[in-house]
Antibody
């Protein structure tokens, strides 16, 4: 079955960097666009970024544009999120997620989530 | 950006009763709308896509309807496991993909 397992979260000071990873298994990773979605404590869901199945295209939420970079290594079945210049408002659980294939951009599989806390 | 607005923010319902949740889009999203359920401490779970198609394994008591800008998720007879937060998400015109703020269904 589809499995998405995030890692790399933790507590980081404002202005510092962190990289999240998402290891995928149980499906043909290189055939799917992949996403990061986050959820601040007690808040709703916020789409963060998407990367096309072959890495050829990437899009970001305005709130993270210029600071976060999504990437993938299809040889390792792994998705990444490099987060630079972190702010307190980036504190959230970060989920990696898979859609059903364009134009079916709903999320049918989610990772368990990884907490990122930005605090001095 | 398409803004998704859910109402009410909190819905108090007794077990066995019907729950009706609303989601409104700031512009038409056709039928490109999904619903998710999230329980505390858990990952979101896909319920509905295409505004009205139940995802695999979702019980028939969950029904989605609507198109354009007005959507409804109806839970026909609430079970104890249905008390959760529900989110709608549009995928018609993006980026950005956008979610509603959520409706919490709580026990009355």
């Amino acid at each position: 079955q589809v499995q998405l397992v995030e890692s790399g979260g933790g507590v980081v000071q404002p202005g510092r960097s962190l990289r999240l990873s998402c290891a995928a298994s149980g499906f043909s990773f290189s055939s799917y666009d992949m996403y990061w979605v986050r959820q601040a404590p007690g808040k709703g869901l916020e789409w963060v970024a998407v990367i096309w199945y072959d890495g050829s295209n990437k899009h970001y939420a305005d709130s993270v544009k210029g600071r976060f970079t999504i990437s993938r290594d299809n040889s390792k079945n792994t998705l990444y999120l490099q987060m630079n210049s972190l702010r307190a408002e980036d504190t959230a659980v970060y989920y990696c997620a898979r859609d059903r294939g364009r134009p079916n951009n709903w999320f049918d599989s989610w990772g368990q989530g990884m907490m990122v806390t930005v605090s001095s | 950006e398409i803004v998704m607005t859910q109402s009410p923010a909190t819905l108090s319902v007794s077990p066995g009763e019907r729950a009706t949740l609303s989601c409104r889009a700031s512009q038409s999203v056709s039928s490109n709308l999904a619903w998710y359920q999230q329980k505390p401490g858990h990952t979101p779970r896909l319920l509905i896509y295409g505004a009205s198609t139940r995802a695999t394994g979702i019980p028939a008591r969950f029904a989605g309807s609507g198109s354009g800008t007005e959507f409804t998720l109806t839970i026909s007879s609430l079970q104890s496991e249905d008390f959760a937060v529900y989110y709608c998400q549009q995928y018609h015109n993006w980026p950005p993909l956008t979610f509603g703020g959520g409706t919490k269904v709580e026990i009355k």
